[in-house]
C-alpha cells in the first residue's frame, strides 16, 4: 500500500525535474544565440557606433522607402512604426542584413550606414 502512495510523488518529482531541464536548455539557448549575435564583428562594429538619424533616414528613403512606405508606415511590407519595440536591435540588424523574410532582400550596407539606419529605425 506505501509504493502507491509514493509513486505519484515519485512521478509529480520527475515531472518537476524534467520540466527545469527543459526551461535550463531553452535560457541556455537563448544565452548562447545572444553571445553568438554579440560575438559577429559587423553588428559588434554596429553597436559600437551612434548612428545619425537623418543619414538613416536618407537609407531608408533609398532604399525601404518603396516597401515599407515613405514614413515606414508600411505598403508592400510591414509598418516600422515602433519597431524597436518589436525587436531588439540585434534583431533588426538581422532583418535588415539576411534576406531571411521574402519579399524583403538581402542588404548589408556597410557598417556606418547600418549604424544610421538602426538609430533612424528606433527613432520610429
Known amino acids: 500500500m506505501d509504493n502507491q502512495i509514493n509513486k505519484p510523488e515519485i512521478l509529480i518529482q520527475r515531472i518537476a525535474l524534467l520540466a ?9 539557448g537563448i544565452f548562447a544565440v545572444r553571445t553568438l549575435r554579440a560575438s559577429d564583428p559587423y553588428v559588434k562594429s554596429v553597436l559600437s557606433l551612434t548612428g545619425d538619424p537623418i543619414q538613416g533616414h536618407a537609407i531608408f528613403q533609398i532604399n525601404c522607402a518603396g516597401c515599407h512606405g515613405l514614413e515606414a508606415d508600411g505598403r508592400v511590407g510591414p509598418s516600422l512604426q515602433a519597431v524597436s519595440k518589436r525587436k531588439s536591435r540585434y534583431g533588426l540588424i538581422h532583418q535588415v542584413t539576411s534576406g531571411d523574410t521574402p519579399p524583403m532582400p538581402k542588404f ?6 547600418m549604424a544610421d ?7 520610429l
Open 20 to 28: 527545469v531541464a527543459i526551461l535550463l536548455s531553452i535560457l541556455l
Open 108 to 113: 548589408k550596407p556597410s557598417v556606418k550606414e
Open 117 to 123: 539606419l538602426l538609430n533612424y529605425l528606433e527613432s
